[in-house]
T-cell receptor, first 114, second 116 residues
Framework: AQSVTQLGSHVSVSEGALVLLRCNYS??????LFWYVQYPNQGLQLLLK??????LVKGINGFEAEFKKSETSFHLTKPSAHMSDAAEYFC????????????FGAGTRLFVKA | GAGVSQSPSNKVTEKGKDVELRCDPI?????LYWYRQRLGQGLEFLIY????????KSGLPSDRFSAERTGESVSTLTIQRTQQEDSAVYLC??????????????FGPGTRLTVT
């Protein structure tokens, strides 16, 4: 069965600092991988997705993520944090075949300090 | 265009009562998902509808939970004999096709259910 682990339920960075949110997946074959963001009192929206076309994926708002098969990881990064990046971030995985259930990680809440 | 809508936005109910939550997906989206998000936790898959195929109910936590979808339109999630542990935000999402690598899920704002 597929699963997703997000390391750190809370991450705090200073404005302008590097953002690194960690995600590891468990799957017998590389699945589709996603990062979603949930701003306070808003619904989830897609930041970026990995579909096997390129290992480095660029998303909205300056975020990017790199798929590393050897590490079964899909960490999310942003070079310089903005106050507006404060939100909850979810990593998710969907299999290529056998159903289209999406499994979400527990989420990481990002705090950005002035 | 219109996104995914859910109603009600908030629902407070007494333990033991039945509740019905509604999801209106984006028009033309064939795939529809229900998730549960407990306070401080991630999204828990509940059920998935794809067109006229049999739904994937593998995430429903008990037989008190059921969901229906008429064709490719509105879906309702029903919780019977609600318990306090059912308190959560219930999220609905729709997708243009079942192919997760091609199309993204669009989420509604959720229904916050509180069971007292």
């Amino acid at each position: 069965a597929q699963s997703v682990t997000q390391l750190g339920s809370h991450v705090s960075v200073s404005e302008g600092a590097l953002v690194l949110l960690r995600c590891n997946y468990s799957s017998s074959v590389p699945p589709y991988l996603f990062w979603y963001v949930q701003y306070p009192n808003q619904g989830l929206q897609l930041l970026l997705k990995y579909t096997s076309a390129a290992t480095l994926v660029k998303g909205i708002n300056g975020f990017e993520a790199e798929f590393k098969k050897s590490e079964t990881s899909f960490h999310l990064t942003k070079p310089s944090a903005h106050m507006s990046d404060a939100a909850e971030y979810f990593c998710a995985v969907s299999p290529h075949t056998g159903g289209f259930k999406t499994i979400f990680g527990a989420g990481t809440r990002l705090f950005v300090k002035a | 265009g219109a996104g995914v809508s859910q109603s009600p936005s908030n629902k407070v109910t007494e333990k033991g009562k039945d509740v019905e939550l509604r999801c209106d997906p984006i028009s033309g989206h064939t795939a529809l998902y229900w998730y549960r998000q407990r306070l401080g936790q991630g999204l828990e898959f509940l059920i998935y509808f794809q067109g006229n195929s049999a739904p994937d109910k593998s995430g429903l936590p008990s037989d008190r939970f059921s969901a229906e979808r008429t064709g490719e339109s509105v879906s309702t999630l029903t919780i019977q004999r609600t318990q306090q542990e059912d308190s959560a935000v219930y999220l609905c999402a729709s997708r243009a096709s079942p192919e997760p690598g091609v199309y993204e899920q669009y989420f509604g704002p959720g229904t916050r259910l509180t069971v007292t």
